[in-house]
């Protein structure tokens, strides 16, 4: 049998909002009239190479703003403010590349660029101040807010309670919760924003008409979809509004999204953010960069190299397996900075403060990270990346890997010489489960955050990190 949705229209759809699109409209003209009026006033008419620019900024501003999801998300001005300033950010620099790759940056101003980006960002955040204040007015006055209930309880029941509540222009009330099972609780907070429990799922039909309710949030854990089927058909024969809050904050989610395939609705709770385009970019970055490194770095490396050889016997490299993206395994670079030795009774130790394992010329070394550098041909055979979760020995990733659960997610994206962690002082030994713990979590919230932006920062980060007190 062939699945086909019953419906051809597609079940992911954005709810239309008249005033998301006045907002829109009045940043286009706004933007608009602000490059027009510059361009007049300061060069006197109107040339084709800024009608261009014009088109360009307009076009541009509706794919970047729709993926910062200006106009999509209710949050608070100040939170607003730094989105726009990102997405505005984002689109000049958009023109400021075309600009240049057609070699018609000379035609432009670059006063009048300057000016546009400042004066047309302002001009926006007033307008979205404007706008907002004039929706809280409007749906004072104008709408009586409608009572809503929300179905569940826990953590996700009580986040989506105070966003509702903090939201005066959202036209709804909750007015409590109804408990779907025995041990669920549904007071979470004390004053007006407690969450009140009105009762249990047997006794919806009578709440929902005492509370006269005309919207209804399923909040359900992954083991109780079972209870959606027949709530939903009970409240779809009342004309109640029904929204489905899938609870999957429970678990590690990494690089979470919502696509849709075919218009059926795919939650992904778990991908790698290397895909596409993005995976093109990370690469390029890099092997440009690792090169670069390497050809400024290779005078450091031929000194490492000699002072190796010269202070013990053994070679100047240390090669050792790890686990890299996706599990697949690879031997990484080092330059030896301990004494050649095996494993006491088969276990790989960490290097500790003051190790009577490490070489005079290996304390340095370590102590400076200069140990590291050769990571940078792993780097360039496409191994590791400069910016990503730091590999650790096989059987520490055994060892670690039985006390947290979701260890190996840090995995879902190439390893690298430097990371969140590492600039966040979670580097070198790990004397309790607590530290590793930390390490993972900022790991992943690397992956899930990820962006060429973040790289930057990490790499301009780690130049400080690298030579802390937990370097040895």
């Not at 607003?80 to 000049?92: P, V």
């Not at 101003?109 to 007015?137: C, D, P, T, W």
């Not at 999957?248 to 895909?275: A, C, D, K, M, Q």
Request: net charge neutral; proline share 3%.
């Amino acid at each position: 049998m062939v699945f086909e949705p019953r419906s051809s229209r597609s079940l992911l759809q954005r709810r239309s909002s008249v005033s998301n699109a006045i907002q829109a409209g009045l940043d286009g003209i706004a933007v608009t009239g602000v490059a027009w009026y510059l361009i007049n006033d300061q060069i006197g008419y109107i040339t084709s190479d800024y009608v261009i620019m014009m088109l360009l900024l307009i076009g541009a501003l509706a794919v970047i703003y729709d993926h910062y999801a200006i106009y999509r998300s209710n949050v608070g001005l100040s939170i607003k403010a730094f989105r726009l300033f990102k997405a505005w950010s984002a689109t000049f620099c958009f023109l400021v590349v075309m600009a240049f790759l057609t070699k018609q940056s000379e035609s432009y101003s670059r006063m009048l660029v300057g000016e546009l980006f400042v004066i047309g960002y302002f001009v926006q955040l007033f307008l979205h101040f404007a706008v907002r204040e004039v929706q809280k007015r409007f749906f004072a006055h104008a709408y009586r807010l409608e009572n809503a209930l929300i179905i569940g309880a826990g953590d996700l029941a009580h986040f989506l309670h105070q966003k509702i509540s903090n939201n005066p222009w959202f036209g709804e009330r909750i007015v409590g919760c109804v408990l779907t099972g025995e041990g669920d609780s549904g007071d979470y907070a004390e004053g007006k924003n407690r969450l009140s429990v009105l009762g249990h799922i047997c006794d919806l039909d009578e709440i929902v008409v005492q509370h006269a309710i005309r919207t209804v949030y399923l909040v359900t854990p992954l083991s109780g979809s079972a209870v959606i089927n027949d709530v939903y058909l009970k409240l779809l024969d009342k004309c109640i509004a029904v929204n489905w809050v899938p609870d999957i904050f429970s678990l590690r989610l990494i690089n979470h999204s919502v696509r849709e395939i075919s218009g059926i609705p795919v939650l992904t709770l778990s991908e790698t953010p290397l895909t596409g385009t993005s995976l093109f970019l990370k690469n390029l970055e890099d092997k440009v960069l690792a090169a670069l490194i390497l050809l400024f770095a290779s005078p450091v490396l031929l000194a490492v190299a000699l002072a190796i050889k010269l202070d013990s016997p053994g070679p100047v490299f240390f090669r050792q397996e790890r686990m890299g993206w996706t599990g697949e395994s690879f031997r990484i670079w080092k330059f030896r900075s301990m004494v050649v030795h095996e494993p006491e009774d088969g276990v790989v130790r960490q290097a500790q403060k003051n190790d009577a394992r490490l070489t005079r010329v290996g304390a340095f070394i370590r102590r400076t990270s200069l140990d590291e550098l050769p990571q940078l041909f792993n780097v360039l055979m496409g191994e590791m990346s400069l910016v990503g979760p730091r590999p650790h020995a096989r059987q520490h990733d055994t060892q670690y890997s039985q006390d947290i659960v979701d260890y190996f997610a840090r995995h879902n994206i190439k390893p690298g010489m430097t990371g969140l962690a590492q600039v966040r002082g979670f580097r070198g030994e790990t004397k309790d489960i607590e530290q590793m713990i930390q390490r993972v979590d900022s790991d992943i919230e690397y992956i899930n955050n990820w962006s060429l932006w973040l790289d930057f920062v990490i790499l301009v980060r780690t130049l400080n990190a690298f030579t802390g007190k937990q370097a040895y």
